[in-house]
């Protein structure tokens, strides 16, 4: 299946979307120069993966829940948009009957990164975990 | 007793895009990992930085009729971090702001919940914001925000802004 590997920037976090290696994964620092540019294949990502939900569920299935991890050390307000449609995707990714769940990784000692995991969480109706990092 | 400057942690008078961005943002980090304080207000910082910074690089006149640079800088006080900017922007893009920064400033209580709305309902304007970067500021600072406008000419005006955090 198509897959998305992008890597990592100072501005620009790493994105991997690979459904046959089992790993979703958004790490890293958001707020890209130009914020829909950089989102869009994402996007168009999810939108086809959403079209064949069959064929993914087949290829996930079996081997436990699967896990969508956000590492963000920041995101900027632009990006906030973004990653709320990331989220309301891998949400209807749920609905579709896939086992998926959401790990929320937050710095010890950022509060505000968790605060705002929590209000995502609330805004598209889906339970995070949250998992906080050490230095 | 007036505040006294203990520490200038970054000061920049200059002209500004994404790259100039992204270097003042690589040494607003270097001199952050330095002090002594706490992950959440680097965070904080951080992020009022960004979202001030960029504000000033979107909503740059398109037509300057004035030559006058943006200003930028973030000074530690005995109580606090003072994050301040200035900038000319359209007597359009004053009435925005003015409206917006006052709205949060009557709101301070339920930004979060402001916020959350405004996400859910925004879009990414053509400049590539969706005017959700004031509202964050407004979550980061610990008192209102203060803003200043003084006339340039009849097309523009110096957009100051004082955040407290």
Same mark, same amino acid.
């Given at each position: 299946?198509?897959k998305? @590997?992008?890597?990592e920037?100072?501005a620009?976090?790493?994105?991997?979307? $690979?459904?046959? @290696?089992?790993?979703?994964?958004i790490a890293?620092?958001?707020r890209?120069e %130009? !914020?829909?540019?950089f989102?869009?294949?994402?996007? %168009?990502?999810?939108?086809?993966?959403?079209?064949?939900t069959d064929? !993914?569920k087949?290829?996930l299935s079996? $081997?436990?829940?699967?896990?969508?991890?956000?590492?963000?050390?920041?995101?900027?307000?632009?990006?906030?948009?973004?990653?709320? $449609?990331?989220l309301?995707?891998? %949400?209807q990714?749920?609905s579709?009957?896939? $086992?998926?769940?959401?790990?929320?990784y937050y710095?010890?000692?950022?509060?505000?990164?968790r605060? !705002?995991?929590?209000?995502?969480?609330?805004m598209?109706?889906?339970?995070?975990?949250?998992?906080m990092m050490?230095? | 007793?007036?505040?006294?400057?203990?520490n200038?942690?970054?000061?920049y008078?200059g002209?500004?895009d994404?790259?100039?961005?992204?270097?003042?943002l690589?040494?607003?980090n270097?001199?952050?990992?330095? /002090?002594?304080?706490s992950?959440l207000? +680097?965070?904080r910082?951080y992020s009022t #930085?960004?979202?001030?910074?960029?504000n000033?690089?979107?909503h *740059?006149? &398109?037509? &300057?009729?004035?030559? /006058?640079l943006?200003q930028?800088?973030i000074q530690?006080y005995n109580?606090?971090i003072i994050?301040?900017?200035?900038?000319?922007?359209?007597?359009?893009?004053q009435?925005?702001?003015?409206? +917006?920064?006052?709205?949060?400033?009557n709101?301070?209580?339920n930004?979060? =919940?402001?916020? #959350?709305?405004?996400?859910?309902?925004?879009?990414?304007?053509?400049?590539?914001? *969706?005017?959700?970067?004031?509202?964050?500021?407004? &979550?980061? *600072? =610990?008192?209102?925000?203060?803003?200043?406008?003084e006339?340039?000419n009849?097309e523009?005006?110096?957009?100051?802004?004082?955040? =407290?955090?």
């Amino acid at each position: 299946m198509d897959k998305i @590997n992008i890597e990592e920037t100072k501005a620009t976090p790493s994105v991997i979307l $690979d459904v046959d @290696n089992r790993k979703f994964e958004i790490a890293g620092c958001s707020r890209p120069e %130009n !914020v829909r540019e950089f989102y869009m294949p994402v996007i %168009n990502w999810f939108e086809s993966v959403l079209e064949k939900t069959d064929e !993914v569920k087949a290829k996930l299935s079996g $081997d436990g829940t699967v896990n969508f991890d956000f590492k963000l050390s920041y995101f900027n307000s632009a990006s906030a948009k973004f990653i709320l $449609d990331i989220l309301l995707y891998i %949400n209807q990714l749920h609905s579709s009957g896939i $086992d998926i769940k959401i790990n929320w990784y937050y710095e010890e000692g950022d509060e505000d990164m968790r605060d !705002v995991g929590e209000e995502l969480a609330e805004m598209v109706d889906f339970e995070f975990k949250y998992i906080m990092m050490r230095e | 007793m007036r505040e006294s400057t203990q520490n200038i942690i970054l000061k920049y008078n200059g002209k500004l895009d994404y790259d100039i961005i992204n270097e003042l943002l690589e040494d607003l980090n270097r001199r952050l990992e330095e /002090t002594e304080l706490s992950t959440l207000l +680097r965070k904080r910082i951080y992020s009022t #930085a960004v979202e001030t910074l960029e504000n000033i690089m979107r909503h *740059a006149p &398109k037509k &300057k009729t004035s030559n /006058t640079l943006p200003q930028f800088s973030i000074q530690e006080y005995n109580d606090g971090i003072i994050v301040e900017s200035c900038n000319v922007v359209s007597k359009k893009q004053q009435d925005i702001l003015k409206e +917006r920064i006052d709205y949060i400033n009557n709101n301070t209580e339920n930004l979060k =919940k402001i916020f #959350a709305e405004k996400l859910k309902n925004s879009n990414i304007s053509v400049e590539g914001g *969706a005017g959700l970067g004031v509202f964050i500021i407004g &979550k980061n *600072a =610990k008192e209102k925000i203060s803003y200043s406008f003084e006339n340039i000419n009849e097309e523009e005006s110096y957009f100051c802004l004082k955040i =407290k955090i």
